[in-house]
């Protein structure tokens, strides 16, 4: 059987924990050669260990500096870039009287400018290639409000209309498209039930208020991530696909 990313090679961002770690493993399942990104360096090369032709880089991406680090670094490896999964994040909880001015800036910095500075550094490099893709993991949230999420919210319903920006600026050479998740098993879902009226029963009111009466995996995520960046979905671009059990429809 033909591997779906064989010699392709794919920065992922949050690549340390949830769903970028289940990402990553898929795609290198499927003969992907990874840049792997993320603060943690213990978590980053404790993975780039077990994952074939992966290497960790550490950097915080919501400074442009780290993101150019990782292109460069994915050019002196591998000598080109195909893929992009842009999938870190961060919550920045509290409501709009509450939220430090910092903590704004942060989420915004991490969930929107990241994918800005990423795409503006790698772009370059994915036009040399036939079939290269962007893929930004989102959220609901992007068009469902939370409790105490303003930032949040705000950053990943901007991210769509910066994918679907890039995906009419940059057709046909490059796919761009987004994921928007419901609640996945990560814990990053955790940290945002605290923001919730009754933090101790807010993931599993989450998981019952799915269709499917559960929480999503990260690998249900990867699995969707390895679809969208394989040729498999060669003509789907500028579209984001939401993956939440159902919950969009309660
Ligand atoms: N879990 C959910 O229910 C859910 C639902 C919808 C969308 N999402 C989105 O899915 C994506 C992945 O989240 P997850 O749920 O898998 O959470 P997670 O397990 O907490 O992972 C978050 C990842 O983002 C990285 N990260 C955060 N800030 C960073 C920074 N400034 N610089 C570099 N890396 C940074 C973390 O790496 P380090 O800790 O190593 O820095 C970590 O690898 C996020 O964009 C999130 O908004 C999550």
């Not at 929107?112 to 772009?123: C, G, N, P, R, V």
């Amino acid at each position: 059987m033909s591997l779906k990313l064989k010699n392709k090679v794919c920065i992922v961002t949050g690549a340390t924990s949830g769903m970028g770690k289940a990402i990553a493993e898929r795609f290198s399942e499927e003969g992907a050669l990874l840049i792997l990104s993320g603060r943690d360096i213990e978590r980053g090369e404790k993975l780039a260990k077990k994952l074939k032709h992966s290497i960790f880089v550490a950097g915080d991406i919501s400074k442009s500096a780290s993101n150019k680090k990782l292109v460069e670094a994915a050019l002196s490896q591998f000598g080109k870039i195909d893929i992009l999964s842009l999938n870190a994040g961060t919550l920045g909880l509290g409501k709009v009287t509450k939220l430090p001015i910092a903590s704004w800036q942060r989420t915004l910095d991490t969930n929107l400018s990241a994918l800005f500075y990423l795409s503006k550094f790698a772009i370059p490099e994915l036009l040399k290639q036939d079939g290269s893709t962007i893929l930004i993991n989102a959220s609901i949230a992007a068009y469902k409000s939370f409790p105490n999420h303003p930032a949040y919210c705000a950053s990943k319903a901007a991210s769509l209309a910066l994918m679907k920006q890039m995906a009419v600026e940059y057709a046909p050479g490059i796919r761009i498209n987004a994921i928007c998740p419901g609640p996945v098993d990560t814990p990053l879902l955790y940290d945002s039930a605290k923001a919730f009226g009754h933090p101790g029963t807010a993931v599993e009111n989450a998981a019952k208020a799915t269709l499917l009466k559960r929480l999503g995996t990260p690998d249900d995520i990867g699995k969707l991530a390895l679809f969208l960046v394989s040729d498999d979905a060669s003509w789907i671009t500028g579209t984001a696909m939401t993956i939440d059990g159902g919950i969009m429809n309660v």
